[in-house]
């Protein structure tokens, strides 16, 4: 038997008449950009999410750009966030000429460190952009406490996190602008790039729609220097057939999740490995189970004999990278981040994982670590 990380095809199998009927539907119109399908779908993400705006964007990373530059963020700008995620959340910022801030993360969320935030914000920080990684929101209270104090933008990168909750309110809808990625293998994924802004402020929605198009309300007749950055119509009427599952699959997600806990358990509290830390106040969609081993690269070879997948997010932090070199961070400055680069192990946990195929993936992880 042989577990993927993400089962894309059988999920495609699960609804392929739906989706085979909205491609040829939209090739059928010949209606390929800023049609029919990505209106509806920003109305329908929109009112998902609790926002008055949704604009759609080609990708998470331009939803990030966009979003910031509309609020203003430019060259000389701090903008903090963390380590501990995927590369585009401060390639972003940098893009701009704005400089990426870090702060370490919780040792039990993995997500930005609320206590250290305070502490990294100077007279140049305008905006803070927590990422709700793995799915598990960031405690947005005290984001909010902060933003208001030091009057900051807030932009939530929501790109692992579609339908999560922090208090009941959805992601996305607590900040300045929220972000989304449809990239194939996220919770709510196209079959090519797409991203989404979304945001409470009018005037925030029409500068992003602005950027999206060359800066250009009337077509041929330019406002700003904008970017060509646009959903396009095939992948919105694709993501119009999965939404409507999505929070039956970010159950399954949690359900799945549930079980790895209580089949784990043992392992845990052997010390043998970390089980994925909870907020309690967080409604958690587990884009990824991501837990923490010493062992990490031992349990990785053990899985991948028995045809297993497993992967490491994220092998690297930010202030690390070859790319932020420039910034002047070293080794050591967060070591949080530095440790969960060491030991965080993602297995397999989708919705149409079975039962039996999780406790295959236990058992291995258990033969490996009872021994050791
Ligand atoms: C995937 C992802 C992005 C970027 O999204 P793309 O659609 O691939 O550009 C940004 N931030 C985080 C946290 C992500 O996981």
């Given at each position: 038997m042989s577990i993927p990380l993400l089962d894309l095809k059988a999920q495609y199998l699960s609804i392929k008449e739906e989706i085979d009927q909205a491609v040829l539907g939209v090739l059928d119109s010949c209606h390929f950009i800023l049609g029919p399908n990505v209106k509806a779908m920003e109305e329908k993400t929109a009112a998902y999410c609790g926002t008055k705006h949704a604009v759609a964007v080609a990708n998470g990373t331009d939803a990030l750009v966009l979003a910031?530059?509309?609020c203003g963020i430019a060259q000389g700008d701090e903008v903090i966030t963390t380590p501990f995620t995927?590369?585009?959340?401060?390639?972003?910022?940098?893009s701009l000429g704005a400089t990426p801030v870090f702060v370490d993360i919780d040792p039990v969320t993995l997500n930005m460190d609320i206590d250290q935030l305070e502490s990294k914000?100077?007279?140049r920080t305008k905006a803070i952009i927590p990422v709700h990684i793995f799915g598990q929101m960031v405690n947005m209270d005290k984001v909010m406490d902060l933003a208001q104090k030091y009057e900051l933008k807030i932009i939530e990168d929501a790109a692992q996190a579609i339908g999560a909750e922090y208090k009941g309110k959805r992601a996305g809808a607590y900040g300045t602008a929220g972000t989304f990625s449809f990239f194939p293998t996220k919770n709510l994924g196209?079959?090519?790039?797409?991203?989404?802004?979304v945001t409470n402020c009018d005037e925030i929605a029409e500068k992003v729609r602005l950027f999206r198009f060359h800066g250009s309300k009337t077509k041929?007749?330019?406002?700003?220097i904008g970017y060509n950055s646009r959903l396009d119509e095939i992948q919105a009427a694709i993501l119009r057939v999965k939404f409507q599952y999505l929070d039956e699959w970010n159950k399954a997600r949690r359900q799945k999740a549930e079980l790895y806990d209580s089949l784990l358990k043992p392992l845990a509290d052997q010390q043998k490995l970390i089980l994925p830390g909870k907020d309690p106040e967080a409604y958690q969609v587990f884009h990824l189970y991501v837990m923490r081993v010493q062992q990490r690269e031992k349990v990785m070879e053990k899985l991948k004999e028995a045809g297993i997948a497993s992967a490491v997010y994220y092998p690297l932090p930010l202030h690390l990278q070859k790319a932020f070199a420039y910034l002047g961070y070293k080794a050591g400055d967060f070591p949080e981040a530095e440790k969960a680069s060491e030991h965080a192990l993602a297995i397999p946990c989708y919705p149409e994982l079975t039962l039996q195929q999780q406790e295959?993936?236990?058992?291995?992880?258990?033969?490996?670590?009872?021994?050791s």
């Open positions: 910031l530059k509309a995927f590369f585009a959340s401060a390639e972003a910022v940098a914000i100077t007279s196209g079959y090519g790039d797409g991203g989404m802004v041929y007749f330019h406002e700003e295959e993936i236990v058992h291995v992880i258990n033969d490996c670590l009872i021994q």
